[in-house]
């Protein structure tokens, strides 16, 4: 479980495909605080470390994961947005985020203002049905607040911390993130279809 604050950004130093599936390598200072078989959430998505040292982990991201998320199109150099799974005494700054990516969506506007910027995030149906303003969404793994929902779009808004200190700040027209809904919009839509 996770929390959606992103505290560290990595580099992939490594991102080799081998029978449908990619092995990760990440450059990052929190390497240091991984052992193997630890998860971490990368740019969203819970992955589990499978070596690491000091300075690098290295992961391996499955098939059904690289269909699902933007880590099919990860390349050397690609900055990463990372957090390391919530323990029990820490604060919830974010919302519950469970590292398990729902889909992708894409940039369609972004409107910057002072430092701040607003973006517009074109989804799928099947996304934007657990969306509500206000509600939360992680995007690449970042806890943000829903300003409104469209028909076709979401919007985001972002302060200068959070373009920064995570890789949102590098975001273009035509970029894709990585979406995942809130759980608990999931469990609900669940619960009244088996009541129906």
Not at 73 to 96: C, F, I, T, W
Not at 130 to 148: C, F, N, P, Q, W
Not at 162 to 177: A, D, H, P, R, Y
Request: net charge positive; with cysteine.
């Amino acid at each position: 479980m996770f929390t959606g604050i992103v505290t560290h950004k990595g580099e992939v130093k490594k991102a080799a495909a081998r029978n449908g599936a990619v092995d990760l390598r990440v450059a990052t200072p929190l390497a240091k605080e991984l052992r193997v078989g630890d998860s971490i959430a990368l740019d969203g998505v819970c992955l589990t470390a499978t070596e690491t040292s000091r300075r690098n982990f290295r992961a391996h991201v499955m098939d059904e994961t690289l269909a699902r998320s933007t880590l099919r199109s990860l390349r050397k150099g690609a900055p990463v947005n990372l957090e390391l799974p919530a323990r029990l005494v820490d604060r919830l700054g974010g919302h519950m985020v469970q590292g398990h990516v729902d889909g992708v969506a894409r940039v369609a506007r972004i409107e910057k203002d002072d430092g701040t910027q607003r973006i517009w995030l074109a989804a799928d149906e099947d996304l934007l049905r657990y969306m509500v303003r206000k509600g939360s969404v992680a995007v690449d793994g970042v806890s943000l607040t829903i300003v409104e929902v469209g028909s076709a779009t979401f919007q985001i808004a972002l302060i200068p911390h959070t373009l920064t200190n995570t890789t949102l700040g590098q975001l273009e027209v035509g970029s894709e993130v990585n979406i995942e809904v809130d759980v608990i919009a999931k469990y609900v839509e669940r619960l009244m279809r088996r009541d129906q």
